[in-house]
């Protein structure tokens, strides 16, 4: 299609369309849109399987046979030794017997083989050669009769010429590709791969490398779309990322469907008007079959064609777009392979937490999972589809079908794997304070023994401790200090787990503190500086807000007087962002946080963060692992010598505690 | 290594070795065998995983991180719009209520922004789009306040600068690659994949694609080994074939080593010779560890160390070279890669035969598995080393331990599954007497629905109905003529399934007769001219076996006069293949299997050959799909256009027999 048609074309059309800034989506139900989709497929005569091309056998692994293949050559193709040993006539081994062996010329009536080898004429079964003496004199001496066709592997034994060996829409696995060669192919017959084009569109996008300036996102949609797709059996080119102006969109658009691409992806920025493009495309060239889907997250989506090509407009956000590839475009590749939906592993785990969704959509929440206690629990992860990150960290994706409100705490949920049931199984699940140093645990772990992996859940230390009592983590990351008894988790172990047994294990000494913009532009140099400021905080239940709050009782400084009390961040590093940022003057965390970011830091104390472990958990395989790697000399040597961290404690039980 | 003087080292030890014929193997049990080539590694230093080189993300789809991998950008990387709309201060929009409108200037207090845009200065929260009006003279209003950080993407809300995004020793997913790009990396640093070389040798084995000569075998066990390390994530490369003589070997082996490959495998051909150089290489110049393992199949598997790289010597026959790949090299390229070994995912499963296996062994059986009446069965398949297509039909693999007999009928099994568990439950199970043209039908199957699949086990019509009675198959094929009533099938059903409500459908009617050498050189034209010729017959059961009994009756030939009445072939291609090969002068099959093989025919009879399908297997959606499927035009077209079928009653219920 030239270009310049298609700008004329969409000219008149979407020019209007891109100056409105209102656009009403539709929300129509996924199997509708799925539906309208296959429906325009079969009237283009494009639904079926994609035809198919030769191909060495050696290329050949993980296609999809385009025909059932049949055997060109029977294997073997003659009947041949089964073993090393002698060929004979097993009429002439009748008088053999055990107390009475019966001498057989070489040459004669005995002939050598080794497994492979054809039967020499007039022959028709083999001893081995372990039940045989050779003479001096040039025969054997067998000690039993023989059955015919003993120790022969038959020909066709295997496959018989013209055998149907492989079905068509079969997906090669390397002893497929050695049973086709096996049977005389050198060559196979395989579904042609789907031809995605992708096109990103979106001036505020730069490709991953360039460093995105402030209002600059760097694209990566294009990316993981390009890899599902590949995992599905296609094969996707991206173009280089178009401005959304119409001349550059029409252009991308035309150059494109000259290729005569399978289907297109317009992903849209993050920005309105690119995502108008596709649906005006749609409308002035083609027909607009979709606007709207009603999943979370993923709304956004656009399906329709342009003369028999389909096109699929993606939502921007990460987590919208990378669904829209699983639930969308990896099932039609599949489909023209000639394969069926890859269903995934699905078990059933019990939910963590209440989750309400939207009634009209299908609600596709992230998990994580884990096994405590025997039962699999599942914890919701970030519901927010600009968080890639929550799709990283799911064990598994959760499916809230539409017409329910959502699950409550203690329901089940079926839950479609991410991996394997056996790798969810051996994860521990860790809840509570967060320090940066448990992912240098995690990489310990994982070190020592590839098949364990250690998922932190972050929910503030006594978050975590609640989270123990439920019996929803294997373990509990805490720094909780009690200025009544000036001691660390003790007393609020035993307030929270209410006897529950359990071991306190320290995991690390920490420095506390302000966290300052570079060069401390406010000059300050203790708490009490902090009045009038805009502070960031905590949030509720973490220990750095305990410790802080304790500091200000100290001092005599109401809550009241910080500005931005109730800012709430939910890590260290969300803190020093926020520092960073200049959204705030200052806040309390880690030292090790604010020198990742390049900001000052001025100490306050040094306070201990222990790992606490419910009897239960203990005496796990996983948690015995887990304990090895934090009392080893590798990781205490690492740990200690980060800045703002002491490891001579670490691995220390602090007291059983089972109060 | 230079060839020169692995040969002269070779010379001394092996031409004495392979003079001699008698080689004992050891039979070392399999965890000790990989015990001990991960203690040689260990000393070796070639244990651990291997080092990390760097990529670029498009190309690192599931290749594994080699070190953890931590956020060079912040990402968001600065507070930006979520949803298209206008930016505000939230503290200005305190006064805004339902039933009184807020009014904001437009580029004072109220900044229109789109998705992903920077907030202005002095603005900390997004009203969407939607809910908000504009005024013709440059104002919005609004209708409710609003909370700071509404609609507001905070910087790192997704990943945070320095924090681990990616564990070390992860396989990378799409997601994660799009992960990786959005926190500012373009390249990643993975494992190097591990290098295999693999050296062929046998004199007697060919490339796939040439046609082998009589006493020639096509090599493909190396086709089936790369693509398992491939599968694995390593790369292999093959040699030519080399031929099993010591100068050959040596040179091979000396220029495969100065390429410095981790592993090499030498595949034994079939013949006794190859195979004793390996251990006699591995005596020489390294160390023979390992020479033979207690498995079944696969025993003669080498194992040794040839300064710091291992070498595997792998076994001539197709499943025991797999098998070697499955259980002994693929975990060896993963554990190099730093991933776990792959737990497959395992079912429990009764076994539908009795089963004896080698008390010193752990005995490997494929099985084909299929749910009936919800009950989960494994076939166990031909259990011959030779076999590649058991391991092509498997559905998986029991695991008979060491000091196990075996298992018996009606007992449950633990079987690693080849397929998922989905696939494994949506297959038809056919047993019974085998047509080559339900081999058609399973291809129209697929073809109508990718996801079903027919598997079928030959057992003769007997057989296949003792297996519907036993309920051990969804269906079966039956061709049983009974000469006291001149019907198929019905008086079988009878005394068989014992009033087990059932159906009968019409696969097709089908021509019997005499298969013969092509120009039919005895002058056979009758039954009765085959007296003192060779025949070749069907095994017990076989509905072509009770035919030609009924034929030689009404000819009034006693069994005892014809010769080969005993040689027992299992199918119609069996036969035809005996035939063509020249063991006999004659069999009985169908004009298919005869033309086929291109033998001469002479049509007896036309017989039906129906589907007898118990009532409970009939209400099942697969059934229903496999029925439509067979009445459909398509199908009866290209049936019935097959030289020695007829497909006019294929379809039609015979009776419903329920006596």
């Known amino acids: 299609m030239p270009a310049a048609w298609l700008i004329s074309r969409l000219c008149e059309s979407t020019v209007t369309l891109m100056s409105k800034r209102h656009i009403y989506l539709e929300d129509l139900p996924l199997d509708e849109a799925r539906a309208k989709l296959r429906a325009a497929l079969r009237t283009a005569g494009r639904l079926g399987p994609l035809p198919g091309e030769t191909i060495a056998l050696a290329d050949a692994l993980g296609r999809v046979t385009a025909e059932p293949v049949r055997a060109k050559l029977s294997s073997p193709h003659y009947h041949c030794a089964a073993m090393d040993g002698y060929a004979v006539a097993a009429a002439d081994t009748r008088d053999a017997r055990e107390t009475q062996a019966l001498s057989l010329r070489l040459g004669r009536r005995a002939h050598p083989v080794n497994t492979g080898d054809p039967l020499p004429d007039n022959t028709d079964a083999v001893i081995m050669i372990e039940n045989v003496d050779e003479t001096e004199d040039g025969c054997i001496l067998i000690y039993a009769a023989v059955a015919p066709w003993q120790h022969v592997r038959l020909m066709g034994e295997d496959m018989v010429t013209t055998e149907t060996v492989l079905q068509v829409n079969h997906q090669l696995r390397p002893v497929d590709l050695g049973a086709l060669a096996g049977c005389g192919h050198a060559t196979v017959l395989v579904r042609r791969k789907p031809r995605v084009a992708i096109i990103p569109t979106g001036g505020e996008l730069v490709p991953p490398g360039r460093r995105p300036e402030r209002g600059q996102l760097i694209e990566y949609n294009s990316l993981i779309l390009r890899a599902q797709i590949r995992e599905a059996g296609g094969e996707a080119s991206a173009s280089e990322i178009v401005d959304d102006t119409i001349d550059a969109l029409s252009a991308a658009l035309g150059a494109t469907l000259n290729s005569a691409p399978d289907l297109v992806l317009m992903l849209s920025g993050s920005s309105a008007g690119s995502h108008d493009f596709t649906a005006g495309a749609l409308e002035a060239l083609g027909e607009l079959l979709v606007h709207g889907i009603a999943v979370r997250p993923g709304h956004p989506v656009i399906i329709g064609m342009i003369g028999t090509t389909p096109i699929i407009g993606v939502p921007g956000y990460p987590v919208s777009a990378a669904l829209t590839g699983e639930l969308l475009i990896a099932p039609l590749i599949r489909r023209w392979l000639g394969l069926s939906r890859d269903e995934p592993v699905t078990v059933e785990a019990i939910s963590t937490r209440k989750i309400v969704s939207p009634l009209g959509d299908d609600d596709f929440l992230r998990v994580a999972l884990a096994e405590i206690d025997g039962q699999l629990l599942a914890t919701p992860l970030q519901r927010g589809a600009g968080v890639i990150t929550s799709l990283v960290q799911a064990d598994g994706l959760a499916h809230i079908p539409r017409f329910h409100e959502g699950v409550d705490r203690g329901d089940a949920m079926r839950v479609s794997l991410y991996r394997s049931l056996s790798q969810v199984k051996s994860a521990i699940m860790v809840m509570g304070s967060h320090d940066p140093m448990l992912d240098l645990l995690a990489t310990h772990l994982r070190l020592f023994s590839p098949a364990r992996r250690m998922i932190s859940v972050n929910v503030g230390s006594l978050g975590g401790l609640i989270a123990l009592r439920r019996g929803e983590a294997h373990l509990a990351g805490s720094h909780l200090f009690d200025p009544a008894t000036a001691t660390y988790n003790l007393?609020?172990?035993?307030?929270?787990?209410?006897?529950?047994?359990?071991?306190?294990?320290?995991?690390?000494?920490?420095?506390?503190?302000?966290?300052?913009?570079?060069?401390?532009?406010?000059?300050?140099?203790?708490?009490?500086?902090?009045?009038?400021?805009?502070?960031?905080?905590?949030?509720?239940?973490?220990?750095?807000?305990?410790?802080?709050?304790?500091?200000?009782?100290?001092?005599?400084i109401a809550s009241a007087e910080i500005r931005g009390y109730e800012h709430e961040e939910y890590t260290h590093l969300g803190v020093a962002a926020a520092v960073s940022d200049g959204i705030g003057d200052?806040?309390?965390?880690?030292?090790?946080?604010?020198?990742?970011?390049?900001?000052?830091?001025?100490?306050?104390?040094?306070?201990?963060?222990?790992?606490?472990?419910?009897?239960?958990?203990?005496?796990t395989e996983s948690l015995q692992a887990l304990l090895t790697v934090l009392r080893g000399a590798d990781f205490k040597r690492e740990l200690g010598a980060q800045s703002g961290y002491r490891s001579d404690e670490t691995g220390k039980t602090v007291e059983p505690v089972d109060a």
Chains 1, 2 share one sequence.
């Not at 000494?509 to 009045?531: F, T, V």
């Not at 806040?587 to 239960?616: H, Y």
């Open 491 to 556: 007393p609020f172990i035993r307030k929270y787990l209410r006897g529950e047994p359990c071991q306190l294990v320290t995991f690390a000494q920490r420095e506390q503190g302000l966290i300052l913009p570079p060069g401390n532009p406010r000059g300050i140099s203790e708490i009490a500086d902090i009045r009038g400021l805009r502070y960031v905080n905590r949030q509720r239940g973490a220990g750095t807000r305990v410790l802080f709050d304790h500091l200000l009782e100290q001092h005599d």
């Open 586 to 619: 200052c806040g309390m965390g880690l030292r090790s946080a604010a020198e990742a970011m390049g900001l000052d830091f001025i100490g306050m104390t040094w306070e201990r963060f222990d790992l606490v472990i419910p009897a239960r958990s203990l005496e």
